[in-house]
DNA sequence: AGAAGGACCAGTGGTCCGTA
DNA sequence: AGAAGGACCAGTGGTCCGTA
């Protein structure tokens, strides 16, 4: 049965199709496999229900194809029709999506196997002697590419790394963020949109508002790169408080009173 | 007099033409000026003899021309010639170039230069909740541009990042290297060739051969790349160490004798 | 000849918008 | 309508090569 697998808390645990692990070497990479430290448990590679026709037909060779179909109703969109991912919906932590759909945690899981693609990378270049990147680079999308993960791009993971962060960052908040929205039946883009606002309260009692610093003292979340419009959210909420402070202390006398920390970089 | 001015050690203390502060507000940069940490002295922005008429002719505002000729015989390229800078020629720690040329001292102190243009940018761009850049980049390049320092460009400042990084990481050795060049009479382009063996030597006697490592963990290095002709000889130089330790381990039994270090990054 | 630097180029970060 | 991702674009790191 299939309606038992639920909380587990971790993007870990939706235990259907235990598919064989994808990261298979390509050009001389190094399987990394257990050497991670960061989550403890060991990561194996699982999928949430999807079929996996590779967008291009005529594409080099390892193609993992699993043939399980444990999916219901998928007629005929068999053959080489143009297949993207089926789109994300809002579930519980542990729950699976059904139907064509792909779960949140599925989604946080595409975000740690990019960072074990990245772990692969940096080891080639080092042993190379090239340059070694220390974020999730176009290098690594393509190198992610080229290991047979097509469903994973870059667009897409820029999109949604914020609410990987918030994952990151305070799980508890992140999980009961999910059961409301998914309660209310709200579509993905909406809960996408609520990520940012307990990522900001994050910034705002750490103190510095410097998000940038946050990010890069998180194991998992320093590879990478913070989201535009969180950054800007960031700061639009800092100058907010900082106006609203100002004005509150020439109110009431200019003393000094609230809140001296911030513009610590000012001139001089 | 003007030859007296020897056995300065550092980068300053050329102390001919103390011109005026030529790090100036450019759409709204803030002055940075002492809070260095980094070397301690006041640095005094000072140039070593050279004319300074700016490259492009119809420009801003604030050229500081500076009249007092003390170098010789300039004779008629004055009004709007394609003015270069003067090409540089090896000195000794503390000695001013005489004629048409500039000093090592001089170069060196280009870079410090750049990493106070470069901690500006970083405050505009932290006061705006910006990207922060934390290398010398084409953005701090442009924005030195802007504030008047036209004797500032890319290609020179990558050309001799790693005579900068021997100067920092070993002044003594730096020095030596200075001096005997000058004594033997050899040209720039000779001198800075140079500089890369005791570089690597440096990469060696750490044990771990990271060049980037070294460069991260220099307060004033670390805001510049380590060149790829330094990267590659560091990483050829342990892979002929490698080998040799290995051949010589195959030969005297193939114990666990000499090298186990590298290679910490091999295939699991 | 030796050297300074304008200007080019392949590949980047970022994300829009034609697609399904 | 809501969402996935190919593909574009401005600006980057890197350095060559026409210039002086």
Redesign the interface.
């Known amino acids: 049965g299939a309606a038992t697998v639920v909380d587990a808390l971790s993007t870990e645990g939706l235990s259907e199709e235990p598919v064989q692990q994808e990261i298979v070497g390509v050009e001389g990479a190094?399987?990394?496999?257990?050497?991670e430290g960061v989550m403890g448990k060991k990561m194996t590679q699982l999928r949430s229900s999807r079929r996996r026709k590779p967008a291009r037909r005529p594409r080099g060779g390892q193609d993992n194809e699993e043939d399980e179909c444990d999916d219901e109703e998928d007629e005929d969109e068999e053959e080489n029709r143009r297949q993207r991912e089926h789109p994300f919906i809002v579930t519980e932590p542990g729950e699976v999506a059904r139907g064509k759909k792909n779960g949140l945690d599925y989604l946080f899981h595409l975000y740690d196997q990019c960072r074990e693609f990245l772990v692969q990378v940096q080891?080639m270049a080092?042993?190379?002697?090239?340059?070694?990147p220390t974020k999730v680079t176009n290098q690594v999308f393509r190198y992610a590419k080229k290991a047979g993960a097509s469903y994973i791009n870059k667009p897409k993971m820029r999109h949604y790394v914020h609410c990987y962060a918030l994952h990151c960052l305070d799980e508890e908040a992140s999980n009961a963020l999910r059961r409301a929205f998914k309660e209310r039946g709200e579509n993905v883009g909406a809960w996408r949109q609520a990520c940012y606002r307990p990522l900001v309260g994050i910034a705002a009692r750490d103190g510095s508002w410097d998000i940038?610093s946050i990010f890069n003292s998180h194991p998992r979340l320093s590879v990478w790169y913070?989201p535009?419009r969180l950054?800007?959210l960031?700061?639009?909420e800092?100058?907010r408080l900082c106006t609203a402070s100002a004005a509150s202390s020439s109110v009431s006398g200019g003393g000094p009173t609230t809140a001296q920390h911030h513009h610590h970089?000012?001139?001089?």
Do not use: F
Request: proline share 0%.
């Open positions: 190094a399987d990394v496999g257990g050497s080891n080092k042993e190379r002697g090239e340059k070694c940038d913070v535009t950054r800007q960031c700061h639009a800092r100058s970089q000012h001139h001089q």
